[in-house]
Structures are given as structure tokens and as C-alpha cells.
């Protein structure tokens, strides 16, 4: 079955950069179609979507965070990290990464990691 | 951006009632690109509904999804204990992915 894991800090100094890593199995980031994301929730809040990175390299950003964000995949460690420049304590939240399949809706979740940023 | 209005923000019922939550586009999207999730405390959100009206695997039949164009609407017939979350409708068919500020489904 398919499963995603989020992993990285639960704390980071703000201007800090953070680096999130997303660990799946289940399904293989080489098959056409597929694409693994990254999202995010502030406390008691809606849900965002950061990027997403597909079975042939290619990626999608949020425009209002495009310039603080990279994504990449090593399809060998069945893995998907993101990272993120210049933290702010606005950036305090809940992160997942989730599977998407051919323009498909988020699938399958991770089951998130907590992000706190302060100093 | 597509922008996505979720009424009402929070709606208190009992097990057994009808709950018609309601998601508004900024404009049309096609119904081929409209997801409901709901979420519990705690908890990633879970696919319930994709392409308007598809229950994912596993969803019970007292949720459906309807709309078209600019209005979509996700409909919980008969209110279970466990159903008291929060639901949350997206977008997936236009960059940047959105989603809707969220349903609270109280008891």
C-alpha cells in the first residue's frame, strides 16, 4: 500500500533555511503520471500547497513562496525533499507531502511534521 | 489564483442530521478537478471525493458531492459520530492548487 512520512526539525530559528524530507513507498516516483507534493497547515488554519515534483523532474511552485522553495526526488531512496529559505514564524505550521496521480486529486497523505519557527 | 469560499465556517447538528456543506470557485472549474477532504483533529486530511461526485475508496455511501461551474456542494445524508471534523474542498485542475478555508461540522 502507499505510504509517504514527513521527517526533518521541529524547531528552526527564524532566517533559518528548513529542509523537509518525504520518505514514500508503496509506488514508484519513475511511473509516468505521478507526482509526489508538499503542503502545509498553520494552527487551526486551512491548508496550503508549496510544490510538487513529477515523474519526469518536472516541478511546481506556489508563486508566492516560488522564490524561498526547491524541490527535488531521489527516485533511488524513494525520497522527496523540500526546502525552504529564510524561515519566518509565519511559516509555524503543520507540513505533509501527499501523492498525486495524472492531475489527480492528493491520493494519499503523509501523516505530517511540525514546524515551529522562533528563536 | 482560483479562489475557493467555503460556507458556512463552522455548523453545529447531531448524529442523524443532513449536513450540506458548500464551496464556492472564484470562478468555473470543471468538475473534473473538484476534491472534498475531511480532516480530524490531529490528522491529515483524507480524500472523501474527487472529480465532483467520485467517492474515494473506502468512503461511505452517505457522502456525495454535487455541483457544477462555480458551485459544488458536498452533502453527509445521515450524520455518524465519526463524521464530526473538518472538510475542506480543493481545486486541482489550474496552478497554484487551492483549497477552500474549511468547514468545521460540530456536534
Known amino acids: 500500500q502507499v505510504t509517504l512520512e514527513e521527517s526533518g526539525p521541529t524547531l528552526v530559528k527564524p532566517t533559518q533555511t528548513l529542509t523537509l524530507t518525504c520518505a514514500f513507498s508503496?509506488?514508484?516516483?519513475?511511473?509516468?503520471?505521478?507526482?509526489v507534493g508538499w503542503l502545509r497547515q498553520p494552527p487551526g488554519k486551512a491548508l496550503d500547497w508549496l510544490a510538487l515534483i513529477y515523474w519526469d523532474d518536472n516541478k511546481n511552485y506556489s508563486p508566492s513562496l516560488k522564490r524561498r522553495l526547491t524541490i527535488t526526488k531521489d527516485t533511488s531512496k524513494r525520497q522527496v525533499v523540500l526546502t525552504m529559505t529564510n524561515m519566518d514564524p509565519v511559516d509555524t505550521g503543520t507540513y505533509y507531502c501527499?501523492?498525486?496521480?495524472?492531475?489527480?486529486?492528493?491520493?494519499?497523505w503523509g501523516p505530517g511534521t511540525m514546524v515551529i519557527v522562533s528563536s | 489564483e482560483i479562489v475557493l469560499t467555503q460556507s458556512p465556517g463552522t455548523v453545529s447538528l447531531s448524529p442523524g442530521d443532513r449536513a450540506t456543506l458548500s464551496c464556492r470557485a472564484s470562478q468555473s472549474i470543471s468538475s473534473t478537478y473538484l476534491a472534498w477532504y475531511q480532516q480530524k483533529p490531529g490528522q491529515a486530511p483524507r480524500l472523501l471525493i474527487y472529480?465532483?461526485?467520485h467517492r474515494a475508496t473506502g468512503i461511505p455511501d452517505r457522502f456525495s458531492g454535487t455541483g457544477s461551474g462555480t458551485e459544488f456542494t458536498l452533502t453527509i445524508s445521515r450524520l455518524e459520530p465519526e463524521d464530526f471534523a473538518a472538510y475542506f474542498c480543493?481545486?486541482?485542475?489550474?496552478?497554484?492548487?487551492?483549497f477552500g478555508g474549511g468547514t468545521k461540522v460540530d456536534i
Open positions: 480543493q481545486q486541482y485542475g489550474t496552478l497554484p492548487l487551492t
Open positions: 472529480g465532483t461526485s
Open positions: 501527499a501523492y498525486r496521480a495524472v492531475d489527480g486529486p492528493w491520493r494519499y
Open positions: 508503496g509506488f514508484s516516483l519513475n511511473t509516468r503520471g505521478v507526482g
